[in-house]
């Protein structure tokens, strides 16, 4: 069975850091571009980042950039999201997506999983 399983999400203060994992099972994680997505309550899927099969590709969104890092692990079949100087406006279900190409599109991806929560509080 095809499966993304994320985790490492979890309450944080403004400012701190939290790195997500996004564990691939029943399919070679290699085979893909890995996306992250999040969604907060009342508002659309929103990219955060991507990365190319191989890793020598990555894009971000401009509300993450300096503060997001995107890799993966090949032989580990995971993928990787590091956010640091998390702020409240990051507070979201976060999810990792599978898709042919790395894109910040969200249309171009399937494989999606079911989300870990991050919430950004004092």
């Known amino acids: 069975q095809l499966q993304f399983v994320e985790s490492g999400g979890g309450l944080v203060q403004p400012g701190g850091s939290l790195r997500l994992s996004c564990a691939a099972s029943?399919?070679?994680?290699?085979?893909?571009?890995i996306g992250w997505f999040r969604q907060a309550p009342g508002k659309e899927r929103e990219g955060v980042s991507c990365?190319?099969?191989?890793?020598?590709?990555?894009n971000y969104a401009d509300s993450v950039k300096g503060r997001f890092s995107i890799s993966r692990d090949n032989a580990k079949n995971t993928v990787y999201l590091q956010m640091n100087s998390l702020k409240p406006e990051d507070t979201a279900v976060y999810y990792c997506?599978?898709?042919?190409?790395?894109?910040?599109?969200?249309?171009?991806?399937?494989?999606w999983g079911q989300g870990t929560q991050v919430t950004v509080s004092s």
């Open positions: 990365i190319s099969r191989l890793g020598g590709t990555t």
């Open positions: 029943g399919f070679t994680l290699d085979l893909y571009a």
């Open positions: 997506a599978a898709a042919n190409f790395g894109t910040l599109v969200s249309t171009k991806y399937f494989y």
